[in-house]
Every structure is written in structure tokens, then in C-alpha cells.
């Protein structure tokens, strides 16, 4: 089995997969998530006090519809008490009238309370819309800062990934068989080196019996590591 050969290809490999925490650590995703967090979280007060407007809005449509209601009613009731000669009658018209009054009071006091919410409602929304146009260019800003490092890191991958093609061309299917069946056992590190007495996949000492029986290997095959059973290279 070509030790050497197979190394290489472990070791193309895993720069390979590094790329991908390496990315995910970049100082610029790191900044880009903060300023789309702080876009998207702008966005969604921006929403709530949109929606407690327009709930605003709506509450003093209805207040003046429901008013305008009140005052038909009233006017008719005042027209019928002008002809009204019976005393109670009369009395049961003016009384009728005053619970109408007390009921557009009422519809007055929620809609100026209504009143007060829209304003509330558009001086917030005024005061986000003043702070969006600096997060959007600071969201922007970071968006093409990470687009370039992404970059640097996809023209790495691509040179890694033709780097894997002329070390997987130099090994036998059996082998790159053998050794992605490894990678998907151990955790994507199949092949390991002895570095002096220890392996460079688990980092542990081999003891100086499993040494020797790792350099007695025949001629043609690869040893295990005696403690993470990856294929180790002498």
C-alpha cells in the first residue's frame, strides 16, 4: 500500500476540511452577523411599531365611524323631542340622548388615546427610519468585506482541490477505497505518521514493544496505531 502517497492525500484532505472552520471563524462573518443582526433587529422594531400605528390607525377609523353613528342617532332623537308634547316621553328621548353623549365621550377619550398611540408610533418609526440608512451601508460594508475573504478562501480550495486530484491520480481505487471508508470511521483523518515514538492522528506515545511491532510490518502494508487504529506511516 503506498504509505507515502496515501499521506498526502490525508494531509490535502484535511487542509481541505480546515477551510470550512476556517470560514466560519473569519473575523469578517463575524462582523457581517453582527451588523445584519443589528439591520434585522431594526427591522423588526420597525415592524412593531408599524403594526401599533396602523392598530392605531384602524382604532380611530372605527372611534369616527362609530361617532358619526352616535351624532345620526342623536339628531334624529333631537328632532323627535322638538315634537314630543307628553312629558315622559320627552324624558325618556332626553335620557336616551344623554346615554348617546356619554357614549361618544367615550369614543372621544379612546380616540384621542388612539390619537396619542399613532403619534408615539410615527415618531418611532421616524426615528428608525433616520437610523437605517447607517446600517444598511454598514451591513453592505461587511457583506463585501466577507465576500473577499470568502474568496481568498475559495481560490485556496480550488488549489487544494487540484492538489487532491494529482495525489488521489498517484493511488490504486483499492486504496482510496481503504482510506475514504477510514476518513468517514476516524472523523475524516485516516492516515497518521509515527513522529518519532508518537502518532500524529492521536498524539499518543507508542510504547517500545507496539513501536517495534509497528516498524515489523511487511514490506507492502500499512501498520495501525495500536490506540486509534488509523494507518500509520513509518
Avoid: W
Avoid at 126 to 150: C, F, G, H, W, Y
Avoid at 178 to 196: C, F, P, Q, W
Wanted: charged share 30%; glycine share 4%.
Amino acid at each position: 500500500m503506498n504509505g507515502p502517497g496515501l499521506l498526502v492525500l490525508q494531509l490535502v484532505d484535511s487542509r481541505i476540511d480546515a477551510i470550512d472552520g476556517r470560514r466560519r471563524r473569519q473575523p469578517e462573518r463575524a462582523a457581517f452577523d453582527t451588523a445584519a443582526n443589528a439591520h434585522a433587529a431594526l427591522r423588526a422594531e420597525r415592524a412593531r411599531h408599524q403594526a401599533a400605528h396602523d392598530a392605531a390607525s384602524r382604532a380611530i377609523e372605527d372611534a369616527e365611524r362609530a361617532g358619526a353613528e352616535l351624532d345620526t342617532k342623536q339628531r334624529r332623537l333631537e328632532a323627535q323631542l322638538k315634537t314630543v308634547i307628553a312629558p315622559r316621553e320627552a324624558e325618556a328621548l332626553m335620557s336616551e340622548i344623554a346615554q348617546l353623549q356619554a357614549k361618544h365621550a367615550d369614543l372621544d377619550d379612546a380616540e384621542l388615546g388612539s390619537m396619542e398611540q399613532q403619534a408615539e408610533a410615527e415618531a418611532e418609526l421616524a426615528s428608525l427610519d433616520e437610523r437605517d440608512p447607517a446600517l444598511v451601508a454598514a451591513l453592505d460594508e461587511a457583506r463585501a468585506a466577507l465576500a473577499a475573504a470568502d474568496a481568498v478562501l475559495d481560490a485556496e480550495l480550488a488549489d487544494l482541490t487540484a492538489q487532491r486530484a494529482e495525489a488521489a491520480a498517484a493511488l490504486a481505487a483499492s486504496e482510496i477505497a481503504t482510506y475514504d471508508s477510514l476518513r468517514r470511521r476516524h472523523g475524516g483523518v485516516a492516515v497518521a505518521a509515527l513522529e518519532k515514538h508518537r502518532c500524529s492522528a492521536c498524539h499518543v506515545d507508542l510504547s517500545p514493544v507496539e513501536e517495534e511491532q509497528v516498524k515489523a510490518t511487511p514490506p507492502g502494508e500499512l501498520p495501525e496505531c495500536p490506540h486509534c487504529a488509523r494507518l500509520l506511516v513509518v
